[in-house]
């Protein structure tokens, strides 16, 4: 922000088209003050003058006065410029809110009366559900949400202390979202965060308890119940992606505790069916039976689409697209999905059907949890002989139930392990 209402967003764009290139999402949050590093160079020049500026303590440097109303008047402006350009912007996974407390996590911990008031967090939340009604953004606590409750906000939560401060006591991630009545808040808004830093290089090992005691007196959790219990969908995790990061087994739990979250699409059944015949017309009933088995379902738009192909000439025939709303990705209920496709007599056909979203980036697909899937994200059926008017039939019925870590991701890559139906209801026994 340069001035009043003069801004420069070439920081974010160099971020956005750097992680849009790698086919990943990014997540993004704008912060004031970061402790230990100069304010200076986060807090624009214009919003010094009459702003009182309060030392943090030991190594945690300055932060300015959260209850300025020309501090927060500045804020409101940006964000509303940030979601006029950024709004619905495919290249975004999620944005965290920011803006007030260290960090931009909603505290000034241990100053707690130096923090932003209800009435300026409510100009801040209120901002963003009216700039960002595209893209999904998240708060950090379930309690500090202005002078409304959480369920008030269209807004989702970030754990920034996953896997150490989640869930076992009354004050901790999940135990807030309880107490406070946004424990369903998943439902309809994402949840996130970040590994608890300090725990980052023993999160995935095969004793996490007695690993981390060697390098921290925090104490981790167990990481399948953290991601259980709040529903998330992603975990920062920075260490991964630095030197040494993970390898081995410990590679290995990483990327299954990665996958474990979010959704994960699990077809039990596809038929196809001819229900009407006239002359050399054929319509044939596609039915895709399907439900979300994962823990929480694709927040932005999603399609299940249906082709028929002529094999013999290699031409699209017919091809249908059904919205696949999040009330559907819930419970790991199995709907059905009808798609009525018009073919010819005469000509050999391939079905196939598969999941988008425009919410994607690059090259990145929607794998279905199944045996065998395609890195590509398509399910195809057995070619069909298309004959004279006769009832034809072709099945792929349930082939498997991945149950665990090991579900679909959109990073091109899926894989099996044996059902656990002490865990998950399997959706192949749905009727």
């Known amino acids: 922000m340069l001035g009043p209402n003069s801004f420069d967003f070439s920081a974010i764009e160099t971020v956005l088209v750097n992680v849009a290139n790698r086919n ?68 975004i996974g999620f944005w965290q809110v920011g803006f007030l407390g260290h960090w931009g996590e909603w505290h000034t911990y241990p100053n707690a009366s130096n923090f932003a008031s209800t009435a300026y967090q409510n100009q801040i939340l209120s901002a963003f559900n009216s700039s960002f009604t595209k893209t999904k953004f998240q708060l950090r606590y379930f309690h500090i949400t202005g002078d409304n409750n959480a369920t008030s906000w269209n807004v989702g939560f ?23 009545g946004a424990d369903a808040q998943w439902r309809s808004q994402p949840i996130g965060g970040e590994v608890r830093p300090e725990l980052m290089p023993c999160v995935f090992t095969n004793d996490p308890v007695t690993a981390c005691q060697t390098i921290t007196t925090l104490k981790p959790l167990n990481w399948s119940t953290c991601v259980q219990l709040t529903h998330s969908s992603y975990q920062w995790l920075s260490y991964a992606f630095n030197n040494p990061g993970f390898s081995g087994s410990d590679y290995d739990r990483a990327i299954n505790g990665s996958i474990m979250q979010g959704y994960s699409f699990f077809v039990s059944e596809i038929t196809a069916k001819e229900i009407t015949c006239s002359g050399t017309s054929h319509v044939v009933r596609v039915s895709v039976t399907m439900s979300n088995v994962g823990v929480a379902p694709f927040y932005y738009p999603l399609m299940l689409n249906t082709k028929a192909v002529d094999t013999t000439t290699g031409s699209s025939i017919s091809f249908k697209s059904i919205s696949v709303p999040i009330v559907n990705q819930l419970d790991q209920k199995a709907f059905v999905y009808y798609f009525d496709m018009m073919v010819n007599t005469n000509t050999t056909i391939q079905f196939s059907t598969w999941l988008s979203s425009s919410h994607l980036v690059g090259n990145q697909t929607i794998v279905f949890a199944i045996s065998g899937a395609s890195a590509t994200g398509v399910i195809q059926l057995p070619a069909i002989s298309i004959g004279s008017c006769a009832t034809l039939n072709s099945s792929a019925a349930c082939t498997s139930y991945i149950a665990d870590a090991k579900a679909n991701d959109t990073r091109g890559t899926t894989y099996t392990i044996s059902s656990d139906s002490s865990v998950f209801n399997n959706p192949c026994a749905m009727t």
């Open 24 to 91: 990943h999402h990014a997540i993004v949050r704008v912060y004031v003050d970061y402790p230990g590093r100069n304010l200076s160079i986060s807090l624009p020049d214009f919003l010094w003058n009459g702003l009182t500026i309060y030392s943090g303590g030991s190594d945690q440097g300055l932060f300015p006065d959260y209850n300025n109303e020309t501090l927060i008047s500045a804020m409101v402006t940006l964000i509303h410029a940030l979601g006029q350009k950024y709004d619905g912007d495919s290249r």
């Open 158 to 180: 970030h754990d920034d202390s996953f896997f150490q401060d989640t869930y076992g006591e009354a004050w901790m991630f999940y135990e807030r979202s309880i107490s406070v």
